[in-house]
C-alpha cells in the first residue's frame, strides 16, 4: 500500500472556528490533491498541487486554502468552518509512471456544528 | 475543462452474473487515463481498473474489463462472475496527462450484489 496518511480521521467543530486538515505521503510523488465527497456528487477536487509551494485552485476551492512547505506535506485549511463544509475529504497523491494512478488516503470525516 | 459522466446512480446484479456501468467523458485532450475506482463501505478508494487512452486494448484485470471507446468518449466497465464483494460505490475517472495533472471524477454508481 502507497504510503499517504491523513489526520484527523474524525474532527467535529463549532462553525466560525479554524481548521486545517494534514496528508502526509512517504511517496515522494509531485501531485498532492483535496477533495471533498458529498452524496450525489462523487469526488470534487479543492485544490491541488504539483509541487513544492505550487499550488492550483480545483472546481470547489471557496473557504478553502492550501499549502506545500515540503514534498510530502499537503495542509488543507478552512479558514472560518461553515455548515456547507461539513464533508468527507480525501487526499490522493499521484506521479506519472509505468503504472500511473492516484493513491488515496483514508479520509477525513469533518461535522461542523 | 474535463466533465465525467456516470448515468446510472445505482445498480443492482445477482452473484455470478454480469454488470456493466457506464461513464462518458468530454475532453479535448488527445492523451490521458482513465480509471474506474471502488469504494466499499470501509471508504476506502481502490483502483480497479486503468485505461491508457493511446493504447487501442481495452484493459482487463481478472473478472473486471473496460469497454474503451476513444471516438466516442466511453468508458464502461465490465464486471464478470460478480460477487457480494463487488457491492460498492464505483467510480469512473479521468487524469489529464498534459500541462498540470488533475484527476476528475463522474459523481458515482452504487452497485449492489445480492444472494
Known amino acids: 500500500d502507497a504510503g499517504i496518511t491523513q489526520s484527523p480521521r474524525h474532527k467535529v467543530t463549532e462553525t466560525g472556528t479554524p481548521v486545517t486538515l494534514r496528508c502526509h505521503q512517504t511517496e515522494n510523488h509531485r501531485y498532492m490533491y483535496w477533495y471533498r465527497q458529498d452524496p450525489g456528487h462523487g469526488l470534487r477536487l479543492i485544490h491541488y498541487s504539483y509541487g513544492v509551494k505550487d499550488t492550483d485552485k480545483g472546481e470547489v476551492s471557496d473557504g478553502y486554502s492550501v499549502s506545500r512547505s515540503k514534498t510530502e506535506d499537503f495542509l488543507l485549511t478552512l479558514e472560518s468552518a461553515t455548515s456547507s463544509q461539513t464533508s468527507v475529504y480525501f487526499c490522493?497523491?499521484?506521479?506519472?509512471?509505468?503504472?500511473?494512478?492516484?493513491?488515496f488516503g483514508q479520509g477525513t470525516r469533518l461535522t461542523v456544528v | 475543462a474535463q466533465t465525467v459522466t456516470q448515468s446510472q446512480p445505482e445498480m443492482s446484479v445477482q452473484e455470478a452474473e454480469t454488470v456493466t456501468l457506464s461513464c462518458t467523458y468530454d475532453t479535448s485532450e488527445n492523451n490521458y487515463y482513465l480509471f474506474w475506482y471502488k469504494q466499499p463501505p470501509s471508504r476506502q478508494m481502490i483502483l480497479v481498473i486503468r485505461?491508457?487512452?493511446?493504447?487501442?486494448q481495452n484493459a482487463t484485470e481478472n473478472r473486471f474489463s473496460v469497454n474503451f471507446q476513444k471516438a466516442a468518449k466511453s468508458f464502461s466497465l465490465k464486471i464478470s462472475d460478480s460477487q457480494l464483494g463487488d457491492t460498492a460505490m464505483y467510480f469512473c475517472?479521468?487524469?489529464?496527462?498534459?500541462?498540470?495533472?488533475?484527476?476528475?471524477f463522474g459523481k458515482g454508481t452504487m452497485l449492489l450484489v445480492s444472494p
Open positions: 475517472a479521468f487524469m489529464r496527462t498534459s500541462g498540470y495533472s488533475t484527476l476528475t
Open positions: 490522493a497523491i499521484s506521479e506519472f509512471g509505468s503504472n500511473t494512478e492516484a493513491f
Open positions: 485505461q491508457e487512452a493511446y493504447k487501442q
